[in-house]
């Protein structure tokens, strides 16, 4: 057809309706969502997939209400009725982006979103597609009317969702207020992105004020302070356009990267304080031996003795996990326990080898840890640690004692492809000062002060250091090699060279 020949009446109705649903078509919707800060869905999705890309299934649809609206006013104010899917490229990599509109109906979920949802989880689920979804809303729509329902306890989108679980990675980005069925789904994915705005709560304040629980603020149902020290969100952004940008570099992580560069590997030599019971940070190893900007943790504020974090080497993908003696000198806890075997459950899933950077006194002991339940936490890191696929590497940065060394290292030293020291190591079965005073004990309760006693287990802690110490240790073959800091990232190269990755098999991954 020339541009001069008249446009056929069904070809015009179909353009402006699919004009309708564009923010083009509701400048005061796009307005009020610029008031206060936010984007709108679809300005979401132009960010996220590469332009020109987006394939949308369901584009015309409106909410099953024609009871009490005119089909106009349905169009006009539920356009893609409040949840727009389909398929798009995304750096290459073509993934399900799904997107609640919180324009329509504030984000909730209707009759024909649910149908919606349930078509969109179909094609992730049979071309096994990474799944993006942004998840601002408040739940169930209780005011679709067009169905004959009454409690819609039969929707399946809730378990179609959750069985895509170690299919294909699954991204949640929340902005604003996440509650109930939105909650749900969000709560389901991999990995959860939230902007400093979010609150995420299982029921929101209508339902709370319904259940006789008191009457509360949208913000003060799950805030981002609360819902990232309590481990829901894995990494926290400011806005919106951080939240794509990281939901793009964690998709990254399952392709390809041709470039890389990385910093002086000969600042590891020196970055472990000389004084051997003196904390010290460990992300700057973390960005010093992987790949500049390749870095993404999750869970900074959750379990904070543990760090959990993607990265690549060389430009390929791994996952790292890691101990901070900044808190509790390292030990592990139970919070730490479940980051960090969740994490491998994750890492093993979609293939990614894991980096252990060892620096543990061991699990975290006492009535107040053991309160915690620590012994099935603990337990549950080794028997995550003994069904992975993916190769295992650890290197002892400082500290390796008892079962919480062994843990870091994927069940014991010898679990994993290699597991090497950097000569600051130090290992044994317990704390080398504890194992002293406990094997003196009543040697110190017969000195006659504080000085003497400290001088005895001065000189007991140095013959148990030297004897534990990493060379030591690789000379009684307890560990595979003794490495200068410096050649880190070469032996890691080298590591991967010799092995080769399983092949793909769906792995289950929980969602705590």
């Known amino acids: 057809m ?4 008249p446009v056929r009446a069904e070809l015009a109705e179909l353009r402006t309706r699919i004009a ?22 679809r300005a979401n999705i132009a960010d996220l997939v590469d332009a020109g890309s987006f394939l949308e299934y369901g584009g015309l649809a409106v909410a099953a209400q024609r009871a009490r609206l005119t089909q106009e006013q349905l169009i006009a104010q539920s356009p893609a009725d409040g949840l727009i899917t389909g398929t798009a490229m995304v750096g290459g990599q073509r993934v399900m982006v799904l997107a609640y509109d919180y324009t329509v109906f504030a ?20 071309q096994k597609l990474p799944v993006v979804l942004f998840a601002e809303g408040g739940g169930g729509r209780p005011n679709d009317t067009d169905m004959p329902i009454v409690a819609g306890l039969d929707t399946v989108g809730f378990r179609s969702f959750a069985a895509l679980n170690g299919l294909a990675p699954r991204i949640g980005i929340v902005s604003g207020r996440c509650f109930a069925g939105n909650a749900a789904l969000l709560g389901l994915c991999d990995v959860v992105i939230a902007t400093e705005n979010s609150s995420i709560g299982m029921g929101g304040p209508a339902m709370i004020e319904g259940g006789g629980l008191g009457t509360f603020t949208p913000e003060e149902v799950g805030p981002i302070d609360m819902q990232t020290k309590s481990g829901v969100v894995d990494v926290r952004v400011a806005d919106e356009a951080a939240a794509v940008a990281a939901a793009k570099k964690y998709l990254a992580f399952f392709g390809a990267a041709t470039t890389w560069s990385c910093a002086d590997q000969t600042v590891l030599r020196t970055i472990i304080p000389p004084e051997r019971r003196r904390a010290f940070k460990i992300r700057p190893i973390v960005e010093a031996i992987f790949d500049t900007d390749s870095v993404l943790e999750l869970r900074r504020e959750f379990g904070i003795a543990a760090v959990t974090a993607f990265a690549r080497i060389e430009g390929r993908a791994v996952g790292v996990i890691a101990n901070s003696s900044q808190h509790n000198g390292g030990a592990i806890d139970a919070d730490a326990s479940d980051k960090f075997a969740r994490f491998l459950q994750l890492c093993d899933a979609f293939g990614l080898p894991v980096i252990s950077l060892c620096d543990t006194p061991g699990f975290m ?10 012994v099935r936490h603990a337990s549950r890191l080794f028997a995550v640690a003994a069904s992975l696929r993916v190769p295992f590497f650890t290197i002892v940065l400082r500290r390796g004692y008892g079962l919480g060394a062994q843990a870091m290292a994927g069940g014991h030293f010898h679990a994993g492809v290699f597991t090497i020291s950097w000569p600051t190591g130090e290992f044994g079965a317990m704390g080398i000062e504890g194992a002293v005073r406990l094997s003196l004990k009543k040697q110190l309760a017969a000195l006659p002060d504080d ?3 400290d001088a005895l287990v001065a000189e007991h802690v140095a013959i148990v250091y030297e004897r534990g110490k990493a060379i030591s240790m690789a000379a009684h073959l307890e560990l595979d090699g003794v490495i200068d800091p410096a050649e880190t990232r070469a032996w890691l190269v ?3 060279d010799s092995v080769s990755l399983p092949a793909p098999q769906r792995r289950f991954i929980d969602t705590w």
């Not at 020339?2 to 020949?5: F, G, H």
């Not at 979103?113 to 992730?124: C, E, G, P």
């Not at 002991?365 to 620590?374: D, M």
């Open 365 to 374: 002991v006492g009535p107040k840890a053991e309160a915690t339940g620590l």
């Open 107 to 126: 984000g909730t979920q209707g009759v024909m979103s649910h149908k919606k949802l349930d078509r969109a989880v179909l094609l992730a689920a049979e």
């Open 494 to 496: 080298r590591g991967m």
């Open 20 to 41: 309708s649903t564009l923010d083009a078509a509701r400048p005061e919707a796009v307005a009020k969502r610029a008031k206060t800060g936010s984007r709108t869905a």
């Open 2 to 5: 020339s541009n001069d020949e």
């Open 451 to 453: 000085a003497a006693r």
